[in-house]
């Protein structure tokens, strides 16, 4: 089983719309996808309640019902990690991810945050000793906008790949209240969202996105 973490201390940087997308995304490709909340508010949770049955499975776990299993004949765990982690609760989550996913808004406070959780991260055993794997996605941005340019420069700063970047869409806001993901829209409607989550899944297909075990 692989696991997946969706993380940023800082809230609001749409960890829970970039875990539950791609838990769509992999569910349409046939994997067996597990949906981990180690949210307190749930929102993970809350949007499987809301999935439709005709549409690809997605298993849900909650961190709030005890410690957090997956069943066995998972292919993927994805984990949506709460706002504020730190400590001993990150620690946990890096020793058991392969691959961390870090989405980071175009905002001069997120990327102040952003600045300060990735220099600690990349220090941590299992990061500096690359037994998991980090990739940034550039999240609800606006092409040809100076905060954008900003973004990403601020990124590229880092040795860390910028994996993918993801626009500033309604259809994710639209999607979400029906339990739905861009991954589940028409063609017509969501092609540009698609297109931008091949290339976060192309490199999370790619043998250099997993951690050494």
């Known amino acids: ?18 875990a539950t997308s ?26 499987l309640g809301l999935r439709p049955e005709d549409y690809p499975a997605i298993v849900g776990v909650s961190a709030h019902d005890g410690p957090l299993r997956a069943p066995v004949d998972t292919d993927i765990l994805i984990l949506d990690c709460p706002a504020g982690i730190a400590g001993q609760a990150l620690g946990n989550v890096v020793r058991r ?15 102040r945050a952003g600045w300060r959780f990735l220099n ?8 500096r000793e690359r037994h998991v794997t980090v990739g940034l996605i550039a999240n609800r941005v606006r ?4 905060i954008y340019r900003e973004l990403t420069g601020f990124l ?15 259809n994710y806001v639209r999607a979400f209240e029906r339990g739905l993901a861009v991954s589940d829209l028409p063609q017509y409607l969501a092609w540009q969202d698609w297109e931008e989550w091949e290339q976060i899944l192309s490199w999370l297909r790619s043998p250099r996105s997993m951690g050494k075990r």
């Open 1 to 18: 089983m692989r696991t997946i973490a969706v993380l940023n201390p800082k809230g609001g940087c749409g960890k829970t719309t970039v």
């Open 22 to 47: 791609l838990a769509s995304a992999l569910a349409w490709e046939g994997h067996a996808v597990t949906l981990g909340d180690l949210d307190p508010q749930q929102s993970a949770t809350d949007w």
């Open 97 to 111: 991810a392969d691959t961390l996913l870090v989405p980071v808004l175009p905002s001069p406070v997120d990327m």
């Open 120 to 127: 600690h991260l990349i220090e941590l055993k299992p990061v």
């Open 143 to 146: 092409p040809h906008t100076i």
């Open 156 to 170: 590229d700063g880092f040795r860390l790949p910028v994996v993918g970047q993801l626009r500033d869409s309604m």
